[in-house]
């Protein structure tokens, strides 16, 4: 199930106007994809940002732009780094038969085994590349470290295949390690 947000064509692309919209609370954005005409239009920033926390980074959003609706991703987006809010974001038209490449966060799950030890859990890797038709793209993805010792490692190779998505990576990459503690004195 698709998460909704509403949209309004924009037609006028002058500052001022730009401007008129940020003042309404609404940001403007470009709705963009293979074989689709771009088309302007402006999100409510707090719609936009509840649906982000809410659905995921990579979820699909049914946007409706004045009675069409259309399935698209939220690619990219712009912050104002002072003042912290939206200013833009780039959403993507999906073809949900078609697989994309999308960066899926790596969440760990458990407590390591080798921390409690005295180890030194590190996560060099926290985001994994997946292929993926976009219903299937998942929202995380889960490692248990709990069984994790000092000295052991979790590498790309040792995830579990997924029958919705095809992982990316190197599987020689490193994904979470235990390291031995740097007073270990022998």
Known sequence: ????????????????????????????????????????????????????????????????????????????YQVDPIRDELLHADFYVVNMSQEMDVEVPIRLDGEAQGSKDGGVLQQPLYNLSVRAKPADIPEEILVDVSELKVGDTIAVSDLKASKGYEILDDEETTIVTISAPDDAGE
């Open 1 to 76: 199930m698709a998460a909704t947000l509403k949209a309004e064509e924009r037609k006028q692309l002058k500052k001022s106007y730009t401007n008129k919209i940020r003042h309404r609370g609404m940001i403007p954005a470009i709705v963009y994809g293979k074989d689709k005409e771009p088309k302007t239009v402006a999100v409510n920033s707090i719609d936009l940002l509840k649906t982000v926390r809410d659905e995921g980074r990579n979820a699909i959003i049914s946007l409706d732009v004045e009675g069409e609706s259309v399935d698209v991703m939220l690619h990219e």
